[in-house]
């Protein structure tokens, strides 16, 4: 008779059946930012993500990877991405709440932030399919600068239906959007494009060229930039023309991606390719330039969705784990390291929240936050798509070998982290616009400063470092950009924290980012940090 050669114990159970918006940090800043009328709906889609079903799709949906058809059966050039079911699902999902280019059709105010905070829970589920989710929602605004192309395509884009499927735009309940900026040849310098755009007789003009990275190719329609005769311009791209016959849009391969693998990032090629101008020639990089400012901002929700995400299953483990005698999270030296992770996500989620309430009433027509959005969109995609890496690293670890099988999704977690980062300018990129903004609008610092003054005589160590911030500024060059925007971001974060957040986190900040009680890894706290009580309000509800 077979006997069991082991039974399986001190293993924490499944994280399923919880809400992901249970997040003190996030509903706080939900409710300061205007959208606390949207508070049901976050708990309705947490609950929804903290079901087996959605993770389940996201696993499927990264081991099923979309896979590229060139050729029909009978030899067309089809140019289609067939994505797995589970794909389809999380879109829907994402899509139906309002996620994409909604907000763009709702005047209440906080629409923005609610949608931010709804991408933020979302996320937490699966991250690659929040890139098309990004770049509709990101599109509305640059297309309004041509008010004929808005009015047609506009409420299509703001659609809270999934529609898939190439059809002719106009036909469909629902429109995705993508973006097609960078090239081989220049990257993040988009003005050393090489595709052309050359204007016919009916007005329309045709590209010929290429693209290096344009993620979803299936999504309906594309904002690209191209070289017309005035200079670089954008233009909007369907992928299937008003009479129903496809536009030229070779997509040459997908990419093999480091992450980011359930979502299809293609290299398109276009050659005699139907393009309609938006905005003026020759100022493509203006009319992009609040589309970028909105990617941007999604990076930074989704780098502290993530960060959140590993925290939440670092904690879980801890939870439900003994080790050398006792509960893995009562150890000193692990409930040290799982603290100060919570501080890094709740920084990460109140400055993600405060830029979104930043551009919502900036989109409202106030002058001074769209300043501060200005400067601080970037200090924030700079700063913490810096920090996911490091705190999903650490996250990972704190799980020992059980968070380096696939199984557990931190490898995910892990492979994603640096995408932020990259996407919508590198590090050096943000750096350089932060110091960009901050020569050329003296509005923006004059918006941060009155943002971190609200918190003035909180805590001496911010009040320091605010006042260290003169001495930086004063050495403003391309060399110390990294220096003086990693502090800047610091400084806002710990202002938000000191009014915002509790006693025991505003200060666990402030003592290890701000002053010199803190270290290069995490779980160097100030001696006497009440971990325990960190750790408490991190735990997943």
């Known amino acids: 008779m077979s006997q069991s050669t082991h039974d399986v114990v001190n293993q924490p159970p499944p994280l399923v059946g919880h809400d992901i918006a249970a997040d003190p940090a996030l509903l706080g800043a939900v409710e300061r930012e205007g959208a606390g009328w949207a508070t049901g709906d976050l708990h309705r889609l947490g609950k929804l993500g903290g079901q087996e079903e959605p993770q389940r799709c996201a696993e499927e949906a990264n081991r099923h990877e979309p896979r590229l058809l060139t050729h029909d059966r009978y030899g067309h050039r089809v140019d289609e991405v067939d994505f797995h079911p589970s794909w389809h699902r999380l879109m829907e999902v994402a899509v139906g709440e309002g996620l994409a280019g909604s907000p763009w059709g709702d005047d209440r105010p906080g629409a923005h932030v609610a949608r931010a905070a709804g991408l933020f829970v979302w996320s937490q589920v699966e991250a690659g399919h929040a890139c098309p989710i990004s770049m509709t929602y990101a599109v509305v605004p640059a297309l309004r600068h041509n008010a004929e192309l808005s009015a047609v395509y506009e409420p299509l884009l703001t659609s809270r239906v999934y529609d898939p499927g190439l059809r002719t735009p106009a036909v469909k309940r629902g429109l995705l959007a993508g973006m097609g900026m960078t090239e081989k040849q220049g990257g993040s310098d988009v003005r050393a494009n090489s595709t052309t755009a050359t204007r016919v007789a009916d007005g329309t003009y045709r590209l010929r060229g290429h693209k290096w990275f344009t993620s979803a190719p299936m999504s309906d329609l594309f904002l690209v930039l191209a070289q017309a005769p005035a200079g670089l311009s954008c233009f909007l791209l369907p992928r299937v023309l008003p009479d129903g016959s496809r536009n030229t849009f070779?997509?040459?391969?997908?990419?093999?991606?480091?992450?980011?693998?359930?979502?299809?990032?293609?290299?398109?090629?276009?050659?005699?390719?139907?393009?309609?101008?938006?905005?003026?020639?020759?100022?493509?990089?203006?009319?992009?330039?609040?589309?970028?400012?909105?990617?941007?901002?999604?990076?930074?929700?989704?780098?502290?969705?993530?960060?959140?995400?590993?925290?939440?299953?670092?904690?879980?483990?801890?939870?439900?784990?003994?080790?050398?005698?006792?509960?893995?999270?009562?150890k000193p030296l692990m409930s040290s390291v799982l603290a100060d992770l919570a501080v890094e996500s709740e920084a990460a989620t109140v400055l993600a929240l405060r830029l979104a309430g930043a551009v919502d009433r900036g989109v409202g027509g106030d002058d001074a936050e769209r300043a501060f959005s200005r400067l601080a969109v970037a200090?924030?995609?700079?700063?913490?798509?810096?920090?996911?890496?490091?705190?999903?690293?650490?996250?990972?670890?704190?799980?020992?070998?059980?968070?380096?099988?696939?199984?557990?999704?931190?490898?995910?977690?892990?492979?994603?982290?640096?995408?932020?980062?990259?996407?919508?300018?590198?590090?050096?990129?943000?750096?350089?616009?932060?110091?960009?903004?901050?020569?050329?609008?003296?509005?923006?610092?004059?918006?941060?400063?009155?943002?971190?003054?609200?918190?003035?005589?909180?805590?001496?160590?911010?009040?320091?470092?605010?006042?260290?911030?003169?001495?930086?500024?004063?050495?403003?060059?391309?060399?110390?950009?990294?220096?003086?925007?990693?502090?800047?971001?610091?400084?806002?974060?710990?202002?938000?924290?000191?009014?915002?957040?509790?006693?025991?986190?505003?200060?666990?900040?402030?003592?290890?980012?701000?002053?010199?009680?803190?270290?290069?890894?995490?779980?160097?706290?100030?001696?006497?940090?009440?971990?325990?009580?960190?750790?408490?309000?991190?735990?997943?509800?």
């Open 250 to 330: 070779r997509i040459q391969r997908l990419k093999d991606k480091l992450g980011n693998r359930s979502n299809a990032s293609s290299e398109p090629e276009f050659d005699d390719t139907v393009a309609w101008l938006v905005g003026d020639e020759g100022q493509g990089v203006r009319t992009i330039i609040e589309m970028v400012a909105m990617t941007r901002l999604d990076c930074v929700t989704g780098s502290a969705s993530g960060m959140r995400a590993a925290l939440v299953q670092a904690v879980h483990h801890a939870r439900h784990r003994s080790a050398f005698g006792g509960p893995l999270i009562a």
């Open 379 to 541: 200090l924030g995609k700079y700063w913490v798509c810096k920090r996911q890496p490091a705190v999903v690293g650490e996250a990972l670890e704190c799980l020992g070998g059980n968070g380096y099988v696939e199984e557990s999704g931190l490898p995910r977690l892990y492979r994603d982290a640096p995408l932020n980062s990259i996407w919508e300018g590198s590090g050096n990129v943000q750096a350089l616009d932060a110091l960009r903004a901050l020569r050329r609008d003296p509005r923006s610092l004059e918006a941060y400063r009155t943002e971190i003054g609200l918190a003035t005589g909180a805590d001496r160590r911010l009040d320091e470092a605010a006042a260290g911030l003169t001495t930086l500024l004063g050495t403003a060059d391309e060399s110390q950009a990294r220096r003086i925007v990693e502090r800047l971001a610091l400084v806002l974060q710990g202002a938000l924290l000191v009014r915002h957040a509790p006693n025991t986190i505003a200060d666990a900040f402030c003592g290890s980012r701000l002053s010199g009680d803190g270290g290069l890894t995490f779980g160097i706290l100030p001696t006497g940090t009440d971990t325990a009580a960190i750790v408490d309000r991190a735990l997943p509800a």
